[in-house]
């Protein structure tokens, strides 16, 4: 399983850096690594030491010199603008990517989702099923038969009915369209744009 | 409770008011007075046994018919459970359709797994629908066949090769897969749902889908314990002659 990607936030508040945090909790394979509120010395020293993947910052909590420095950096690090409704296009034409400060909750996942690469919501909130389980369920809605999963796990055949056995015990969920809905309800598996 | 035919009808309903429409089905409706259940079935000329049966397959789960209550004529029985079909397919699967229409219509985040829901339904309802189908223009007449070809003493080519390669008891094993889909929907409502801003629609939803299994159930078990092994002693007693 890939790395989880690593998120800095950047805010002056308590109440948006509590919110982002929340919200990044909600996305799978994503980790709020630090938080900042924008007037630490030097800042972009530990904002770099965190190695992000991912800076959002507000322009308002620091110098504008640090985020010129920030989106300088590194081209493995993607920065994005928190910036008010009425901000002023020489503010937003400093940012790839901007959210804003009314943006409801689907429309900065749909931004977090999109920077990030990440496929959805963090199943773990579920709670239940294991990566293993997860990466089977998968080709199990894909339509693969346990031989196929196999082949393209390395794994025997006795193991994949393992943990379609257990999938089944721990979701109550028996039937392969009943998985899909679910699988597709949690976002492991997309449904392929037409 | 044992129902039996001394009852008041008014009194079995106040134990049980799931029964209310399984009477029904048998042309009694309510507004039974204080009438007894062997007055209403004489007034509707319903068969008192094959009632009482029927009622006490519903009411008890662990009730399981006597020997000679698959006496039935299968005629009598393949009417009640055809009955009991059009009810599952022309009102009740319908009503839980349009509370899920409900649902998503006055849902006002992001509507998509909601559509999942309502796709997932469908498709049960096809299976369901599709089972019924099968039940009705394959087992039903075959079954009714059999009963009169042991009447007359000359069984027709086809229910003789129907009997050869499609024995009733093949049939009993297709149950699971539509039972395992509904059990499936409620699951996924329960556990996996996202909220809704309207609980009281997605608890009635929710009782109807229990409903809906309860009943399925009672009626497969009326089809297990009743039509099968009646149809099973048809088969051998043909197989037996033919010998």
Same mark, same amino acid.
Do not use: W
């Given at each position: 399983?890939?790395?989880?990607?690593?998120?800095?936030?950047?805010?002056?508040?308590?109440?948006?850096? #509590?919110?982002?945090?929340?919200?990044?909790?909600?996305?799978?394979?994503?980790? &709020?690594?630090?938080?900042?509120?924008?007037?630490?010395?030097?800042?972009?020293?530990?904002?770099?030491a965190k190695k992000p993947d991912l800076v959002i910052v507000n322009p308002h909590a620091t110098s504008q010199g640090?985020?010129?420095?920030?989106?300088?950096?590194?081209?493995?690090?993607?920065?994005?603008?928190?910036?008010?409704?009425? #901000?002023?296009?020489?503010?937003?034409?400093?940012?790839?990517?901007?959210?804003?400060?009314?943006?409801?909750?689907?429309?900065?996942?749909?931004?977090?989702?999109?920077?990030?690469?990440?496929?959805?919501?963090?199943?773990?909130?579920?709670?239940?099923?294991?990566?293993?389980?997860?990466?089977?369920?998968?080709?199990?809605?894909?339509?693969?038969?346990?031989?196929?999963? #196999?082949?393209?796990?390395?794994?025997?055949?006795?193991?994949?009915?393992?943990?379609?056995?257990?999938?089944?015990?721990?979701?109550?969920?028996?039937?392969?369209?009943?998985?899909?809905?679910?699988?597709?309800?949690?976002? &492991?598996?997309?449904?392929?744009?037409? | 409770?044992?129902?039996?035919?001394?009852?008041?009808?008014?009194?079995?309903?106040?134990?049980?008011?799931?029964?209310?429409?399984?009477?029904?089905?048998?042309?009694? @409706?309510?507004?039974? /007075?204080?009438?007894?259940?062997?007055?209403?079935?004489?007034?509707? @000329?319903?068969?008192?046994?094959?009632?009482?049966?029927?009622?006490?397959?519903?009411? /008890?789960?662990?009730?399981?018919?006597?020997?000679?209550?698959?006496?039935?004529?299968?005629?009598?029985?393949?009417?009640?459970?055809?009955?009991?079909?059009?009810?599952?397919?022309?009102? $009740?699967?319908?009503?839980? %359709?349009?509370?899920?229409?409900?649902?998503?219509?006055?849902?006002?985040? /992001?509507?998509? !797994?909601?559509?999942?829901?309502?796709?997932?339904?469908?498709?049960?309802?096809?299976?369901?629908?599709?089972?019924?189908?099968?039940? $009705?223009?394959?087992?039903?007449?075959?079954?009714?066949?059999?009963?009169?070809?042991?009447? !007359?003493?000359?069984?027709?080519?086809? !229910?003789?090769?129907?009997?050869? !390669?499609?024995?009733?008891?093949?049939?009993? @094993?297709e149950h699971e897969n539509v039972e395992e889909k509904l059990?499936?929907?409620?699951?996924?409502?329960?556990?996996?749902?996202?909220?809704? /801003?309207?609980?009281?629609?997605?608890?009635?939803?929710?009782?109807?889908?229990?409903?809906?299994? %309860?009943?399925?159930?009672?009626?497969?078990?009326?089809?297990?314990?009743?039509?099968?092994?009646?149809?099973?002693?048809?088969?051998?007693?043909?197989?037996?002659?033919?010998?």
């Open positions: 399983m890939a790395r989880a990607k690593r998120v800095v936030v950047i805010d002056h508040r308590f109440l948006i850096r #509590a919110g982002l945090e929340n919200l990044m909790s909600e996305l799978r394979e994503v980790e &709020l690594v630090k938080t900042f509120e924008g007037n630490e010395t030097r800042l972009s020293e530990k904002v770099l640090f985020v010129n420095l920030l989106n300088n950096i590194d081209s493995e690090t993607f920065v994005i603008g928190l910036v008010s409704n009425d #901000a002023d296009v020489s503010i937003i034409s400093h940012f790839r990517q901007t959210i804003f400060q009314n943006s409801n909750k689907s429309e900065l996942q749909k931004v977090f989702r999109k920077v990030l690469g990440t496929t959805g919501e963090n199943h773990k909130k579920n709670g239940i099923l294991s990566d293993r389980e997860i990466t089977v369920l998968k080709y199990v809605v894909k339509g693969y038969t346990n031989r196929q999963i #196999a082949d393209e796990l390395f794994l025997s055949i006795h193991t994949i009915m393992t943990h379609r056995k257990n999938i089944i015990r721990k979701l109550g969920i028996n039937t392969v369209s009943g998985l899909t809905v679910y699988a597709l309800m949690n976002k &492991l598996v997309i449904i392929p744009k037409q | 409770m044992l129902i039996e035919k001394e009852m008041l009808m008014a009194e079995v309903v106040y134990h049980d008011h799931n029964l209310i429409p399984i009477i029904g089905r048998f042309g009694i @409706r309510m507004g039974y /007075d204080d009438e007894s259940i062997e007055e209403l079935c004489n007034k509707h @000329r319903v068969n008192i046994d094959f009632f009482l049966t029927i009622l006490n397959v519903f009411h /008890d789960s662990e009730y399981f018919p006597q020997k000679q209550m698959q006496m039935f004529p299968v005629g009598m029985l393949v009417s009640y459970l055809k009955k009991a079909h059009k009810d599952y397919l022309e009102d $009740e699967i319908p009503e839980i %359709k349009n509370l899920i229409g409900s649902m998503i219509s006055e849902c006002h985040i /992001d509507k998509s !797994t909601y559509l999942l829901f309502l796709n997932f339904f469908d498709e049960y309802k096809l299976e369901l629908e599709n089972h019924i189908y099968r039940e $009705e223009t394959k087992v039903y007449p075959y079954v009714v066949a059999l009963e009169k070809a042991l009447q !007359t003493g000359k069984a027709d080519e086809a !229910t003789m090769q129907q009997m050869n !390669t499609y024995p009733i008891a093949e049939y009993e @094993r059990n499936d929907l409620k699951n996924l409502m329960i556990k996996y749902l996202p909220t809704v /801003d309207d609980d009281r629609l997605c608890f009635r939803i929710l009782r109807e889908l229990f409903a809906l299994e %309860k009943e399925l159930n009672e009626h497969a078990r009326i089809e297990d314990l009743i039509l099968v092994p009646k149809v099973m002693a048809m088969e051998i007693a043909i197989k037996n002659r033919e010998k």
